[in-house]
């Protein structure tokens, strides 16, 4: 590990300088080809044996691979890549290695730079990139792989964080250089989805108070409708995250909750996020004759993901929906239907109704005229106007119709004793539990209770 160390000038174990100079790190093109295929090596022996990791700690190589880091300006593109990817395994295989890497080397710090620098962030505010020209070239594949392997080794340094000025300083910066990567393209639609994708992950690790970076852009200007805030990066991350959805065969776990999470807590905690987005993927109802999971538009499509197969996909989509309702019971069910939403309000506590624990503002949602014509006649179940059936008892007599009463009850009795099923009730709090509980649960007096 030693002998790679020194071909792949990281200067491992060595005592000295932590910077190298530009005029030290200057070599031939024979010089170059050693060191990049003894980074490889490096990698791939880092990757495969969990004692070439151990003896990669003790020999100090992610303190040569942060010093490394220091002349990103003179980097040829595979000597960076590789630092940057062994840096990145380092970081993923050894997390007792991320604190050193944060406190004593900076390598939060210097992966930054190293993204301004692939990037090309030229700043006109303290926390604000210049705009993208878009007459401009899509960035480079060469750049966009560098970048990648960057934001990876930060993703790994940023799953726990400490906290203190130092590091809000240093979150902010990172969320405005993601906002300008969030903001460019690249030479194909398939590598803009993965390093946007990477950025998101990266975003859902940083505090969530760091996101008003991505909408407070003063010299660029925002839109009046939302507090002069600009949602152009918001609209990207819609966009995405459409396309995530409609991504035939994806692992909408690893693809799409990321997404879905990012935009529940820039929600959650920025009223004019939610705004945004709730005019984009809940607009004012006005054909209520279709149920709510059937159709293309991205509501529809959202609420079909609140009975998917996979609890974490239902869980997060069900959530995004509901920080976009301000957490209201009677507004989310309103779009979704009481069908949809039952795995939501039973993991909350909310089959009774109300509301959860997050405070909104007092702004209200405006109903269309078609949709309060129409709600009376609204299935709360399916979240639809159903057309009218024809009563099946209609033509029983009274004997008839407590004959089949009763054989109805007494089929329930025999499923209920053979634990087929289990009658259950809704407690006064909202929680179910066993129907003989509830039935003896006093009703809570909620005389003194505030009304939303």
Known sequence: MLILG????????????????PQEHAQSVEEERVVVEALKCLCNVVYNSSVAQQVSVEVNLAHGLCANLHTVRTWHHEVGLFTLRLLFLLSALRPDVRGSLRKEWHAVRLLSEVLEHTLDVRWVGPYEAARPDPQALPMPAEDNERAMEALKALFNLTL???GGEEDDHQFRLISAILRHLLMLKTETEEKTEEAHSHAINLLNNLPVYCLDVLIDVPVQGGQENYSGKNMDVVQVLIDFMEKRIDKQGSNYKEGLTPVLSLLTEGSRHHREIRRYIKAQVLPPLKDVKI?????????????????????????????????????SVDNLLKYTGYGNAAGLLVARGLLAGGRGETQYSEDEDSDTEEYKSAKPFINPITGHVEEPLPNPIEEMTEDQKEYEAQKLFNMFDKLSRQNVIRPMGVRPDGTLAPLEETLCDPPEDNSGSDSD
């Open 6 to 21: 020194r071909l792949a000038r990281l200067h491992a174990g060595e005592e000295g300088d932590d910077q190298i100079t």
């Open 160 to 162: 726990s964080n400490a």
């Open 291 to 327: 149920r709510p999971e059937i159709g293309t538009a991205i509501r529809n499509k959202l609420v079909r993901l609140m009975t998917h197969v996979d609890m974490g996909v239902k869980q997060t989509a069900a959530e995004f929906l509901f920080v976009l309702c301000k957490e």
